[in-house]
């Protein structure tokens, strides 16, 4: 488990200095064992396949499934499903306030795509 957690926070590290390549292979020496469908959503959006990360996204539960429900909100909005962005934003920002604010501001972004130029500055407020 322990190797695991370490391999997470490297792939992790990659993704965020959009090292794709690294981040695919340390990925796969993640044991098996330790499934990562939270790391596989992020994965597959920063590669840009969003069907692929909506897949992984709604697959997680426990600690990461917050974080999850951001993946699949800015999913849905990429994919142009409006109303059921904004739910899972809502509700995000409702049930973790650790994630409040990136949730508010995908639902500015969300307010922006449809026009709504007034509502996205509410949810910035």
């Known amino acids: 488990a322990e190797i695991a957690q370490v391999l997470r926070i490297v792939v992790a590290c990659k993704l965020a200095i959009g090292d794709l390549a690294g981040a ?3 990925l796969g020496a993640i044991p098996a064992a330790h499934p990562q469908p939270y790391l596989t959503g992020c994965f597959a959006y920063a ?5 692929a990360a909506l897949t992984a996204f709604r697959q997680v539960d426990g600690p990461d499934a917050g974080s ?3 993946g699949q909100a800015a999913c849905l909005l ?3 499903q409006w109303q059921e962005a ?3 934003f809502v509700k995000t920002a409702a049930a973790e306030p650790l ?3 990136r949730a508010y501001t ?3 972004l969300l307010w922006v795509r449809v026009g709504e130029l007034d509502a996205a500055l509410s949810a910035l407020d």
């Open 24 to 26: 695919k292979q340390t």
């Open 78 to 80: 990429r994919t142009g």
């Open 86 to 88: 904004h739910d899972l």
């Open 68 to 70: 999850a429900q951001l």
């Open 106 to 108: 995908g639902l500015a």
């Open 47 to 51: 590669s840009g396949d969003v069907a």
């Open 99 to 101: 994630l409040r604010h």
